[in-house]
């Protein structure tokens, strides 16, 4: 019966960067999946548009951040207005593990630098390690739809085992895959599905992570089966659809995190009915013919 | 050519205009030459209202006394628009018409542009974001326009959208060729309301962000740029004696046909007798009456399409609305889309709402996510809504909710229209 007014304690903000300019292909979906599995579960949450000539005090206040795709011009346009302050701003909550979603363009964005097919180089933000690369209009972007199977800890944090009762809804649904390797541990994978469609081909520094490895469809580059990256608690991804409302185990991993982050103790969020959001898993699976 | 068309394939097949190309790369140019004395030709481009303002040009043009022909809404590629000319034409190439109308796919109309190198008319909608995976994203699509529509001369009549800044933009350095601009001046049209599906609200000239007076829908407004002295282009058109569809963007599609039957100076009472007789094309507001109950299809096949067609619904008062999702190529394999769809608007209006097509957990998962209930009990899914995986039993059971004197409404995105009317009209209902 406590349990309303226990959770209503919990109020997160939520910043999204550049609404009007980085919003392709259905990302705002993102914004809107955190916001209402919050709201479903009591938990208040304010969404800071953070547009054009945004302060970066204003992205300091946020407890989460997503920002989405964007056409060549766009993006140009939110290079200028990405001054060295607020470069340093979100560096700093990168770095201090403040959670983050950065779907395709921003994903690019964050990285080292942007090379176009005739050698200019766009630089980026240079908060992750990683750098992509245009080959051109006379090479095919990569496009369709996609599974990827990402570590458990990545998505699950590294507590999760085979055996934790949260975890059964998940496997029973598929988005948690239990697999016995040849005689030794039991070990869990996650699934995220996806549509991906990007000219880029991303590379991977050393000092960071692929989210996940690609089961069907192209990934980072089309070649070394590599998809999205991890740091410290930022994720970038390819993968729209859009991601979140698809694998709501991830949107989830998100909130808590950044509830985690914010209140400073282990945060158990309570489950919500996601049978819909498997049954629009497993049509891309079948279409696929990948069982998961 | 002669041996396609002794083939005597029908219209909607567009093998015949591929095969003619493969013999004879210069098969639309040459026609087009054999026709010149008579045949004029006009082009329709945009993202939205092709196929509506093509055959409202068509019924207008018929009344005014002229024979008149438009290649069907599904070919709308090079080899879509050959076959349409083999259709027309007799054995020595000879087409009996005054006006040939063409709808071009957004990729086709730089293509086209090459073949016919002066069209009479050209008339560009709008550009809105539609199926990225397969045409790209709405900034290089404008760019290949503006480069192809350099070359036309005083031969062509080019008709712009003025209302789309990116589409008005496209005409502002152009020197030879004759301009027409079209828009709307009715505030009581407009919206202040932004929908998230915007495109193009950044002037093409300095990339300073645009303020518009009035939004009619999306970007579509009166608009002028802070920094720079672009601003809408002064009209020369901006309604119509009547409009035979609802919905403002069948508005545009209604004053745009008008402006360009200005043009050809047809009299005004045939240009009203047109429109009166207008009757919508497959799935465009088309009407269908089942055991006595009244059935509206809305195609609704991008995010500002399928905002503006629950926006005339919603005028409508409409209670029981089926949507179906398909993900097949001519869809758009991307289904993301529909997330930029402001159903939060327009759901609660709703007392029946139905889903179905290849990707129906999709849009049930996005009408999910505009659920308010805060309360964690009751956080399963609208209570209102529906889901059939198989289409038939999908429009069985909307039938079924649908009271005698209230209509259903389907909003189907491009192939699962053509499979929802296969299924009205071939009568396999109940």
């Given at each position: 019966?406590?349990?309303?007014?226990?959770?209503?304690?919990?109020?997160?903000?939520?910043?999204?960067?550049?609404?009007?300019?980085?919003?392709?292909?259905?990302?705002?979906?993102?914004?809107?999946?955190?916001?209402?599995?919050?709201?479903?579960?009591?938990?208040?949450?304010?969404?800071?548009?953070?547009?054009?000539?945004?302060?970066?005090?204003?992205?300091?206040?946020?407890?989460?951040?997503?920002?989405?795709?964007?056409?060549?011009?766009?993006?140009?346009?939110?290079?200028?207005d990405f001054s060295k302050d607020k470069i340093k701003a979100l560096k700093d909550m990168v770095e201090g593990g403040i959670p983050g979603l950065y779907i395709c363009?921003?994903?690019?964005?964050?990285?080292?630098?942007?090379?176009?097919?005739d050698g200019t180089i766009v630089k980026g933000l240079d908060i992750l390690d990683l750098y992509t690369e245009s080959l051109g209009n006379s090479y095919k972007r990569?496009?369709?739809?996609?599974?990827?199977?990402?570590?458990?800890?990545?998505?699950?944090?590294?507590?999760?085992?085979?055996?934790?009762?949260?975890?059964?809804?998940?496997?029973?649904?598929?988005?948690?895959?239990?697999?016995?390797?040849?005689?030794?541990?039991?070990?869990?994978?996650?699934?995220?599905?996806?549509?991906?469609?990007?000219?880029?081909?991303?590379?991977?520094?050393?000092?960071?992570?692929?989210?996940?490895?690609?089961?069907?469809?192209?990934?980072?580059?089309?070649?070394?089966?590599?998809?999205?990256?991890?740091?410290?608690?930022?994720?970038?991804?390819?993968?729209?659809?859009?991601?979140?409302?698809?694998?709501?185990?991830?949107?989830?991993?998100?909130?808590?995190?950044?509830?985690?982050?914010?209140?400073?103790?282990?945060?158990?969020?309570?489950?919500?009915?996601?049978?819909?959001?498997?049954?629009?898993?497993?049509?891309?699976?079948?279409?696929?013919?990948?069982?998961? | 050519?002669?041996?396609?068309?002794?083939?005597?394939?029908?219209?909607?097949?567009?093998?015949?205009?591929?095969?003619?190309?493969?013999?004879?790369?210069?098969?639309?140019?040459?026609?087009?030459?054999?026709?010149?004395?008579?045949?004029?030709?006009?082009?329709?481009?945009?993202?939205?209202?092709?196929?509506?303002?093509?055959?409202?040009?068509?019924?207008?043009?018929?009344?005014?006394?002229?024979?008149?022909?438009?290649?069907?809404?599904?070919?709308?590629?090079?080899?879509?628009?050959?076959?349409?000319?083999?259709?027309?034409?007799?054995?020595?190439?000879?087409i009996d018409n005054d006006f040939g109308i063409f709808e071009v796919d957004e990729n086709t109309l730089p293509l086209i542009l090459k073949e016919i190198s002066s069209?009479?008319?050209?008339?560009?909608?709008?550009?809105?974001?539609?199926?990225?995976?397969?045409?790209?994203?709405?900034?290089?699509?404008?760019?290949?326009?503006?480069?192809?529509?350099?070359?036309?001369?005083?031969?062509?009549?080019?008709?712009?959208?003025?209302?789309?800044?990116?589409?008005?933009?496209?005409?502002?350095?152009?020197?030879?060729?004759?301009?027409?601009?079209?828009?709307?001046?009715?505030?009581?049209?407009?919206?202040?309301?932004?929908?998230?599906?915007?495109?193009?609200?950044?002037?093409?000239?300095?990339?300073?962000?645009?303020?518009?007076?009035?939004?009619?829908?999306?970007?579509?407004?009166?608009?002028?740029?802070?920094?720079?002295?672009?601003?809408?282009?002064?009209?020369?058109?901006?309604?119509?004696?009547?409009?035979?569809?609802?919905?403002?963007?069948?508005?545009?599609?209604?004053?745009?046909?008008?402006?360009?039957?200005?043009?050809?100076?047809?009299?005004?009472?045939?240009?009203?007798?047109?429109?009166?007789?207008?009757?919508?094309?497959?799935?465009?507001?088309?009407?269908?009456?089942?055991?006595?109950?009244?059935?509206?299809?809305?195609?609704?096949?991008?995010?500002?399409?399928?905002?503006?067609?629950?926006?005339?619904?919603?005028?409508?008062?409409?209670?029981?609305?089926?949507?179906?999702?398909?993900?097949?190529?001519?869809?758009?394999?991307?289904?993301?889309?529909?997330?930029?769809?402001?159903?939060?608007?327009?759901?609660?209006?709703?007392?029946?709402?139905?889903?179905?097509?290849?990707?129906?957990?999709?849009?049930?998962?996005?009408?999910?996510?505009?659920?308010?209930?805060?309360?964690?009990?009751?956080?399963?899914?609208?209570?209102?809504?529906?889901?059939?995986?198989?289409?038939?039993?999908?429009?069985?059971?909307?039938?079924?909710?649908?009271?005698?004197?209230?209509?259903?409404?389907?909003?189907?995105?491009?192939?699962?229209?053509?499979?929802?009317?296969?299924?009205?009209?071939?009568?396999?209902?109940?």
């Open positions: 019966m406590n349990y309303t007014l226990y959770a209503k304690r919990y109020t997160l903000t939520i910043g999204w960067l550049y609404p009007e300019l980085m919003s392709t292909y259905g990302d705002r979906g993102n914004v809107i999946c955190l916001e209402k599995r919050c709201e479903w579960r009591g938990i208040s949450v304010d969404i800071k548009q953070l547009n054009l000539g945004f302060h970066s005090k204003q992205l300091a206040m946020c407890n989460l951040l997503f920002m989405g795709g964007a056409q060549d011009t766009q993006q140009k346009i939110v290079s200028l363009g921003a994903y690019q964005f964050l990285g080292k630098y942007y090379k176009e097919a990569l496009i369709g739809n996609i599974i990827i199977k990402v570590p458990h800890h990545v998505i699950l944090g590294s507590e999760a085992t085979p055996e934790s009762p949260s975890l059964k809804v998940m496997r029973d649904s598929g988005r948690v895959l239990l697999r016995q390797d040849s005689g030794s541990l039991a070990r869990l994978t996650s699934t995220l599905v996806g549509f991906e469609n990007h000219g880029g081909r991303t590379y991977l520094g050393k000092d960071i992570k692929a989210l996940g490895k690609v089961i069907k469809g192209f990934g980072n580059n089309g070649e070394d089966k590599t998809e999205g990256a991890t740091y410290k608690n930022s994720f970038g991804s390819y993968l729209h659809g859009p991601i979140l409302p698809k694998n709501p185990h991830f949107a989830d991993m998100l909130i808590k995190l950044a509830l985690e982050k914010k209140y400073q103790s282990p945060i158990n969020l309570s489950p919500l009915n996601d049978s819909l959001e498997d049954k629009a898993r497993d049509t891309i699976a079948k279409t696929l013919n990948i069982k998961i | 050519m002669i041996i396609s068309r002794f083939f005597n394939i029908g219209s909607g097949s567009t093998w015949p205009g591929h095969i003619a190309l493969t013999l004879n790369k210069n098969f639309i140019k040459d026609i087009l030459k054999t026709n010149d004395q008579r045949l004029k030709t006009i082009l329709v481009a945009g993202t939205n209202g092709k196929t509506t303002t093509g055959k409202l040009i068509k019924t207008i043009l018929a009344k005014g006394g002229y024979k008149v022909f438009q290649n069907e809404s599904g070919a709308n590629l090079l080899n879509g628009i050959s076959s349409t000319l083999i259709h027309q034409c007799n054995v020595v190439g000879e069209p009479d008319f050209v008339i560009i909608l709008n550009l809105f974001r539609d199926q990225l995976d397969r045409y790209g994203e709405v900034n290089v699509i404008a760019e290949k326009w503006g480069n192809a529509i350099v070359s036309l001369a005083s031969l062509t009549t080019l008709i712009l959208n003025a209302d789309d800044p990116q589409i008005a933009s496209l005409g502002m350095h152009l020197k030879g060729v004759k301009l027409k601009f079209f828009g709307l001046n009715d505030k009581s049209l407009a919206t202040f309301k932004n929908q998230h599906a915007v495109d193009s609200t950044y002037c093409s000239n300095c990339g300073a962000k645009l303020i518009y007076s009035e939004i009619y829908f999306s970007h579509l407004g009166v608009w002028e740029c802070p920094k720079c002295d672009n601003t809408r282009p002064k009209l020369d058109i901006s309604a119509s004696p009547i409009y035979p569809l609802l919905g403002i963007y069948n508005r545009y599609n209604t004053i745009a046909a008008v402006s360009l039957s200005r043009q050809l100076n047809i009299e005004e009472n045939n240009v009203v007798a047109g429109l009166k007789n207008f009757k919508p094309a497959f799935g465009r507001q088309e009407i269908l009456n089942i055991n006595g109950k009244k059935i509206q299809i809305f195609l609704s096949k991008n995010p500002t399409s399928f905002n503006e067609s629950l926006r005339t619904i919603a005028g409508l008062k409409a209670k029981n609305v089926l949507f179906v999702l398909n993900d097949s190529i001519p869809d758009g394999r991307d289904v993301s889309w529909i997330w930029d769809v402001d159903f939060e608007d327009y759901i609660d209006k709703f007392k029946n709402i139905i889903v179905s097509g290849d990707r129906a957990y999709d849009i049930a998962l996005r009408i999910k996510y505009t659920t308010k209930n805060s309360n964690i009990k009751s956080q399963n899914y609208n209570s209102k809504l529906k889901i059939y995986e198989e289409l038939k039993e999908a429009i069985d059971e909307s039938l079924k909710l649908t009271s005698k004197n209230e209509a259903l409404y389907i909003l189907p995105t491009y192939s699962a229209m053509l499979e929802t009317r296969k299924i009205l009209t071939g009568k396999k209902i109940l």
